[in-house]
């Protein structure tokens, strides 16, 4: 089956720098992988997502980037502000019928 | 506005007690899953279902079972709970198309003491 590894487990950045989360996935029929962001004691939310004909997708300060050959994908985050601070999940999906595997999940904070 | 909702957000239970978490998607999806949440574990996947009474194990399905009797619903079953299933119990649901998104509940905090 599908295993989504998710690195870093945490990751702290000064308000306005860049951050970076990065997932791999095992599954080469993996096709579509969507970025979740869960707020201190909320459900988790779609934030962003791809789909494995697409190389990068851009949505004002956040990104995606898929990389299929080398099986991993990474969400950008530009001008991090204190909101952005939370727990992202990465996961990976056949569509369909398929179960949606997720990664571990990265805490990120931003420093005022 | 998709809504899936989880009956109860707070539970209490005592060791060997069945539990029932509920949970109810008012948007026709046909695949819907239950994950538990645990610190540094991520979401793990206990079960999922495609369609109503159709139920598939996910990564962690030991001492766990499923309900799936109407489209709208579907329940989680602990058969006798134990103290390490104290966990956050997530239930999302989604369209069957490849792509779509997964929208969750709230969650139900379960504690077993």
């Known amino acids: 089956g599908e295993n989504v590894e998710q690195h870093p487990s945490t990751l702290s950045v000064q308000e306005g720098d860049s951050a970076v989360i990065k997932c791999t996935y095992s599954?080469?029929?993996?096709?579509?992988f969507p970025w979740y962001k869960q707020e201190l004691g909320k459900r988790p939310q779609l934030i962003i997502d791809?789909?494995?004909?697409?190389g990068e997708k851009k949505d004002q300060r956040i990104a995606v980037t898929l990389n299929k050959t080398a099986k991993h994908f990474s969400l950008h985050i530009t001008e991090t502000q204190p909101e952005d601070s939370a727990v992202y999940f990465c996961a990976a999906s056949r569509g369909g019928y398929q179960k949606v595997t997720f990664g571990t999940g990265t805490k990120l904070q931003v420093i005022p | 506005d998709v809504k899936v909702t989880q009956s109860s957000r707070y539970l209490v239970k005592r060791t060997g007690e069945k539990v029932f978490l509920e949970c109810v998607q008012d948007?026709?999806?046909?695949?819907m899953f239950w994950y538990r949440q645990d610190p540094g574990l991520g979401l793990r996947l206990i079960y999922f279902?495609?369609?109503?009474?159709?139920?598939e194990k996910g990564d962690i399905p030991e001492g766990y079972s499923v309900s799936r009797e109407k489209k709208e619903r579907f329940s989680l079953i602990l058969e006798s709970a134990s103290t390490n299933q104290t966990s956050m119990y997530l239930c999302?649901?989604?369209?069957?198309?490849?792509?779509?998104?997964?929208?969750f509940g709230e969650g139900s905090w379960l504690t077993v003491v």
């Open positions: 791809i789909r494995s004909n697409v």
């Open positions: 599954d080469s029929a993996s096709n579509y």
């Open positions: 948007m026709d999806h046909e695949n």
């Open positions: 999302a649901s989604r369209d069957r198309g490849s792509g779509n998104t997964i929208y």
């Open positions: 279902s495609y369609d109503v009474k159709m139920k």
